[in-house]
Each structure stands twice: as C-alpha cells, then as structure tokens.
C-alpha cells in the first residue's frame, strides 16, 4: 500500500517479495458453517484446501460455534491456540472491519476477501467500507487480497478454490482480476495439460494489486509464462513499468476487459475498476511488448505456444492435413493470420506423388490434402525441412468424410495420431495440431479422444486452424521484438 | 452448358429448373463391388441411399458383376432393364468417357461423377478428359454433377451421402465446392436442430455450375436460407446476376475461400478453381448484399439467426447471464462485433435489486450478472423491455464457480435452461443463448446437455458470446439494406 502510493511511475522497485503469501503454515477460513444452504462458500473453502491437500493447520471460524466433522472450529480468530498466517473471509461485508482488528490483534500475514459487496457496488457504503478495513490493515504487517475474489490456488502448497483444480504443478502462473475466468483458464489450460506455478484471483484489489502480483510472478522461478486478467488498474504508470521488466524476463499476456463503453461499465459494477481507454491500453501493451488476447480461450491459446513448442524463427508454414475444402480454408486462415503458406518445391511435389500416386484427390502443394493417412508420416518426412519451412501444422477436420463407416473413421483418427506421436521429438514433429470440424456426438467423442491422447504426447493441440494461426502469429511477434 | 456459354453478364433467365435432379425414379450406382478395400466408395454410396429411404429403383454397376447382398448388380448401365434417371459413378477416371456414351445411349438425365482426378490434378490430362466428356454430353439431355464431389442430399427423396445426414427436411440449403465442408455444414447445423432442404456438393462444376444450383434454390420454394461454399466460379458476371436475384428473394450466406494466395494456390488443385481477386470478390459480396462468413461454423451461425429467430429491428442487446468476469468480456464483444449494450434505466435497476439483494455480488447494470439463477425468469421481465431492447442475449459459463460443487452446479444449469424454456414463446424470450467456457469433462457433457435442451426448445444457441454477437450483426445488415 505504502510502495503504491509512493509509486512515481518509474519502475516498480520496492522489495516486496510475496513469496509468503503463497506458504502460510496455517490459514482460518472465516464463515464455516455445517449449514446446507444453497451455496456455503466457508464450508466449500476449508474442504477444498483439506482436499487439495494443504499441509499446515486448519481452521474454521464460526461465531456461533458450529460443528463441521473434520475441522476443528473457533467462535474468534484470536481464540486459536495457534499462530495464523492466513486468513479466508467468507462472511458478510458488515461483519468485516471487526474481523480485521481481530486479524490485527492475532498478527496474520494476509487476508483474503472472498466477501463482495465493496466497491463494486452502487452504495457509496461499499467504498467506505473499503476505506474502513484499510485503515485498520494500515500500520500493521497485515496485507489483504481482493475483496470480492476467489483467492490463491498453488498447488505446490497445497493452496486451491476449486475441487476441479488439478494436484500438479506446471510454470504458467495466472493473475485475474475475475474469479470465473481465473477458474476458466485454469480448466481450460489444463484440459490441454498446461499447469500452473501460481494463479491469483485478485477482485477489488484495494491494498495487494496487479502490479505487486505481476512483479511477484516476473521474478518467480517457477514461473516461464504469465497469463493476466485485467479490468483496470490502480496505478496504470506503475503497472506499465512493471509489466515493461516482466516482458524482458518472460510473456506476458494480457486480457484486458473493459475495452468498451459497456465494458468500461461492467468493468465498474464488477471490480470497481476504472477501465480507462482502450486507445492508450492497447498503445501501453504493444510498447512494452506485452502479448493483447480478447478471451481466455485465446489467452491459453498463445501460452501453449509458448509452453509447448519450441521458440519458432519464422512464419514459414507447412500445413499437413485431410480434407480439400478444409485446406483451402485452412491456407486463407494461415495466410490471413499473418503466417506464410510457401508453395512446396516442385521436387518435393513430384516424391509425394510417388509415394501417394495423384488418382484419389489430394494436392501435394501447400496445403498438402493428404488422403492417404497411412502415409502421413513418411510425407511429412519427405515434405518439411528446416530450410523451407520454420512451423508445421497438422489438421484433422472430424466431419471430413460423407462415404466413410464409423470403423474407417476410427482407423483414420488413430491413424493420425500415432503418426504425429511417432514424429514426436524428431525434427519432423508438428508444432501444433488442430482437430476440427466436430459437431456430432460420436466426432465430438472421437475428437476428445484424439486431443487427450496428443496433449498427453506433449503436443499444443486446437480447436481451429485460425486459432492455431492468431497465436503462433502472436507469439513471433513477441520473440521479434527487443 | 449452352446457357452457360450465352451469358453475357445478364441476369441469369435461361429455364432450368433443376428439381428433377432431386425426384430420380431410379439410381445406378456404378462402382459397386463387395470388396473389402480399404475406401469402397461405390458400396457406400449404394448403402447409404438404400438407409436414407430411397423409395425409387436402386442398381449397382460393376464390369466384373460383383454380388452384394440387397442389392442387384449388372455389368453396365445398358443392361438395366429399366430406364435410369440418375447414375453416380465412384470408377477410375480413365474409365469415365464409356460410362458416359452407355449413359447417354441409357437416356440417363443426371451423372454425379464421386470420381476425381480431372481438372484439379497437375497432370494435363485430367483437363482433357474433362472436355471429353464435356464433348460426350453435348447435344445429349445428360447433365453431369461434379466431378470430384458427393453429388446430392436431400432427405424427402431419400437423397443422401452420408449415415450420418438426418432423415428429417427443414429449410435451410447449402450448396458447396467441397464435399467434406458440405459434410461439416449439415452435420454442424443439425447439431443445432437446423435441417435441410437440399444440399449439393458439386465439385468442379463442369456442366451444372454455381450459377445454375443457387438460381434453382433461390426459386425453391422449400429453402428459407441459402449456405455457400465457393472456392471460384465458372462466370463471376452471370454468378453475381443470379445471387443478386437470389439475395432480393431470401438471404445468402458465402463463404469464399481461396481469398489468399495459398489459398488460391490449395483452391486450383481441390477444385481446378480460379479463385479471382479477393477484394473483387468482398465488393461484388457487398453490393448485391450476401453475408460474408471466414468458416463453416459461423457461416452456420449466420442461419441459425435467420431460422431461428424472429427478425431483429435494431442494434439495442440485453445481455443477462452469471459471473463478473464473463459479463465484462460479454459487453467488450457484444460492442466490438457492433451491438450497442445500453445502460439499463436506473428504475429498471432498483427494481432488479429489489428482487435479488445486491449482497452477494452481481450487477444490474446491463450486462445483468445474476449470481441468483433461481431469479432468472422474474428478472428477464422485469429487465426486458420491447422499447428499450432489441435483442436479449442470455449467457452461462461453465467453469464459473471455483467453489461451488457438482451437484449444484447441476441445478444451476438446469435451472438456467428451465426459465429460458419457461420464457420460449413469450415477448421475454431471449433472441439467443451462449453456452461457454467449458473444458473439463465433465463441464463439458453438462454444456451438451443443455446445448440438446435448448436447441430442441428452438433456441439459437451458441459456443462464444463473440460468435452470437457477430451472426447477429451480419444478419442486421442484412435486413437492413435494400
């Protein structure tokens, strides 16, 4: 709080390292209760840090003193036996200013406000409330998270929100000023088996903000790539320095919402945010290199790439797949993109016509529309080199095929895949893979089979050829620039 | 064929109804061998007309007089002792010009030639042979589809090249180069409870072109909607005639493809295409008022706006659904694709807050974020309003909650897509609904089931808000110019 207001918009430089933030050896989760209502965010909190195996002690605080089977529960936080490092507020925003004394008193490290009902909202009793519990946290070692957020999630530690979060950790780390799409990108990175070091749901952020949690995870070995989710910011000087010396140590991605008049509106009624232009936002993030997505889904698009294919030189593209219409579309979508789709040497053309024989379709240019999937290793062999080309991509478009029994098409999808699994580590190995054009049940079954047994393999694996295209653009752009 | 070579850019008047070609009293399929080869195009074709019901005779041709069980083969076409009105040949090129002189001496109207490996391969004598049975045709009444396409569908005659193809009409018709995107497009649109009238996969158009299917189904009176998939044509000049007539009569949806050099390139050896200038081709599109569309899926979104909602007056969008996060990013798409998402009237709001409380988060703004979903129905109609809106837009995100568990999560979707069902029918009921942001699983088969649930209500129903937000658009412009 003290470093924001000091803040001078040079470059953030205050020691403020939050590496405890994310090992506290015990944390009292406020508001358990044993009640069934309709949705016990308290109960929820200590269950899911039990089951995501926290290994410190647990707590639960209940005025009333309600039994929850398995949790020990105290009527006051200052009535644990014990230290408390962290603490999760899961109770009415009225109830809060004299939950923070009582933090105070006990000396916890950092609460987190799970309670909404702040800023955010219409009554001006919102933000005075705000101003209430942050002078109290002032003078003391006392910092706080959110309000009006889901909190921290490291697996490493034993911290989640979320029953879904997977017990494993990777090196994405993501920090959201939402909740819903912090748990968005989560499932959807690990759908495609990208994990993560540390994710931050950060809501209001009135003391602990972007910029502390961008620096934090900038300097944190753990962490490779940085997804962010923004509606606005604090201090947008500070921010800007700190996301420049984040871009030069590792990608950092960014969402920022609020773009529009209505967005710019919902920013405020969400997070209290003060979205600002969308002009000079967009203008900031290209200057500091910092890589601008519109979705989550985009978001964890671009940290595939990053995370898992090799850095890629060039826009040089070979596109490798099934389907005439479907290559046709697929070359407008590369090429629309910003990658290059070369036409293939002609000597190369004439050997893949040797190995495939011309009678049954197929095109051996650039797009190569390759029927005969039982040659596709042996053509991507004989098609990609290093010289000609800087990436590959495979397709396989699950509605392809009017004539073709379900049996063939299972032939042909695992076919496919063990191809691409056999190239995997060779100089031949696809960069990304896209599996597409599935609507059915069965397609969509077969195309979830397919993408789990490529991810797992280690493949950056899409929905679409565009989507592929859009993020490998984005990621060159960001390893060409200083 | 001659209408073809007399136009000279007029609008296109030549009499050529096609709907004989989709009432044939009897088909030959010729290629029909009981092998088991790895791709039996000729034995597939056979099966899947006898599985789509049709009623008319049914032979198989085979100069070795295979026996397949079911079904009668004979050696040629001449020796059918009935007349034969529609041949589907799935034979080697080489063989194609006999099979056409024993077709005209048959008197066979229509051949559908599956075969490829005429003017699309790099060899010159796939050209030749092209115009040889262009030469063979000429003066006969035969007309010839394709080559290098699955021909035709059309579930009222038992038309069809695919098991998979409903065996149920609706009023949408696609006509396209590619048969795999023809495959994507029905099977994309059936998943959304959209159905066909007819559907042609024709190829390379040597004799019946573009010009000549999008003239017919402009004038069938069984088709609402006209999907398209081109990768060039025959004669812009006649072609743009024909879909400025078409346009007046209902809308047209285009995808274009071969719009870059790659795809130019991928498009001549698909198709034998000329792709033409795409820019030429983007102002042509514009000013006989065809909507424009980068891939099958949104080109299914454009007509699942067309046949599924009432026409839409104005640009005004309400847009109601869960979570901070995802109402933020819903605004920025909503205005960025062109909708306006004006603030809700203040009276409206306080009426909203009366109803849900504003403790536990949301917001009543526009977009209406209601964490209560149980309270989805009473706000629709007390929010929307015919003079304030012009479209609702209903949103659920699926990975939204953190803490929240399955079971209730279960409710909250089904509750969600219970007071939409509730609201069908009534002026409160939303234009459209986006499922989103699933990935797991287990997200996944709750977004499908109540994808299922709501498209049988008649709802448009759709996998991003960005998406919803474009169709909506394109299909405004639409109506909107003369």
């Not at 993109?337 to 016509?353: C, D, N, Q, T």
């Not at 004989?382 to 379900?406: C, Q, R, W």
Request: some cysteine; proline content about 4%; charged content about 20%.
């Amino acid at each position: 709080m003290d470093a924001k207001q000091e803040s001078s918009g040079e470059i953030y430089s205050a020691d403020r390292s939050l590496e405890y933030i994310f090992h506290p050896n015990s944390i009292a989760v406020v508001g358990v209760s044993a009640g069934n209502s309709f949705f016990n965010a308290g109960l929820r909190y200590i269950q899911i840090l039990a089951w995501a195996g926290f290994k410190g002690s647990l707590f639960g605080i209940n005025p009333q003193g309600s039994e929850v089977p398995g949790f020990k529960i105290y009527t006051n936080v200052k009535e644990i036996p014990e230290d408390v490092d962290y603490v999760i507020s899961a109770i009415p925003v009225k109830f809060t200013p004299e939950l923070m004394r009582d933090c105070v008193v006990k000396g916890v490290k950092v609460i987190q406000f799970f309670t909404s009902g702040f800023g955010e909202i219409e009554d001006v009793r919102g933000k005075q409330i705000e101003e209430e519990i942050l002078g109290i946290a002032h003078g003391s070692s006392l910092r706080i998270i959110g309000p009006n957020c889901l909190g921290l999630y490291c697996s490493e530690t034993g911290l989640s929100f979320s029953p879904e979060f997977p017990q494993r950790s990777g090196d994405f780390a993501f920090m959201g000023q939402s909740g819903g799409n912090s748990v968005h990108c989560v499932t959807e990175a690990a759908n495609r088996e990208i994990y993560f070091s540390k994710v931050i749901s950060f809501g209001n952020a009135i003391d602990l903000n972007e910029s502390d949690f961008l620096y934090y995870l900038a300097n944190d070995p753990k962490t490779k790539v940085i997804g962010v989710y923004l509606e606005g910011v604090k201090d947008g000087k500070s921010f800007a320095g700190v996301l420049r010396e984040a871009t030069l140590k590792k990608p950092v991605i960014v969402l920022k919402s609020g773009s529009t008049d209505a967005g710019i509106r919902a920013a405020a009624s969400h997070t209290s945010a003060i979205a600002g232009s969308n002009a000079i936002w967009q203008s900031m993030l290209n200057q500091v290199n910092a890589i601008q997505v519109s979705s989550i889904g985009e978001l964890v698009d671009v940290a595939s790439i990053f995370l898992q294919v090799p850095p890629i030189a060039g826009r040089r593209t070979l596109v490798v797949g099934l389907g005439g219409g479907a290559s046709v579309v697929a070359a407008d979508d590369c090429t629309r993109a910003g990658l290059i789709v070369p036409s293939l040497p002609s000597k190369s053309r004439l050997e893949l016509e040797n190995i495939c024989g011309s009678e049954i379709g197929g095109s051996f240019r650039n797009p190569i529309d390759l029927y005969r999937v039982d040659l596709l290793q042996q053509v991507v062999e004989k098609a990609y080199s290093k010289n000609e080309f800087d990436i590959l991509l495979a397709h396989m478009p699950f509605e392809l095929y009017g004539l073709v029994t379900d049996d063939l098409k299972d032939v042909v999808v695992k076919m496919f895949c063990q191809s691409l699994i056999n190239l995997r580590g060779s100089e031949y190995s696809p960069h990304v893979v896209v599996l597409h054009g599935y609507s059915t049940a069965k397609a969509r079954q077969r195309a979830m089979e397919a993408h789990a047994m490529l991810c797992e393999a280690g493949f950056a694996v899409f929905e679409t050829v565009e989507r592929a295209a859009r993020a490998i653009n984005k990621v060159i752009q960001y390893y060409r620039q200083p």
